[in-house]
């Protein structure tokens, strides 16, 4: 069984930087392709970015592009959200995600989810 743990949430002020991790256990992580999602209070959960398993193609919400990166590091099961330039919109649980199959698109088919970990942009 797949598990995913996010961490490195937290409160920092607009214009701040964090970085998020996501250990993926139970599986072979190299064969996921992984995303970050986020869902802000009254919201819908919208998708950020979304990385294959090599690491060697991404795509992003055009909200993020430019200030967001990820990255995954497959000997360490580890993918990563840079959050830079922070804004107070940004504010949201961030959720990784994982499945089997690298696309850009089907971003409602991501078979397994973490926790959430809390993002708290202050202005």
């Known amino acids: 069984q797949v598990q995913l743990v996010e961490s490195g949430g937290g409160l920092v002020q607009a214009g701040g930087s964090l970085r998020l991790s996501c250990a993926l256990s139970g599986r072979t992580f190299s064969s996921y392709a992984m995303g970050w999602f986020r869902q802000a209070p009254g919201k819908e959960r919208e998708f950020v970015v979304g990385i294959s398993t090599s690491g060697s193609s991404t795509n992003y919400a055009d909200s993020v592009k430019g200030r967001f990166t990820i990255s995954r590091d497959n000997a360490k099961n580890t993918v990563y959200l840079q959050m830079n330039s922070l804004k107070p919109e940004d504010t949201a649980v961030y959720y990784c995600?994982?499945?089997?199959?690298?696309?850009?698109?089907?971003?409602?088919?991501?078979?397994?989810w973490g926790q959430g970990t809390q993002v708290t942009v202050s202005s």
């Open positions: 995600a994982a499945r089997g199959f690298w696309s850009a698109g089907r971003l409602n088919e991501y078979d397994y």
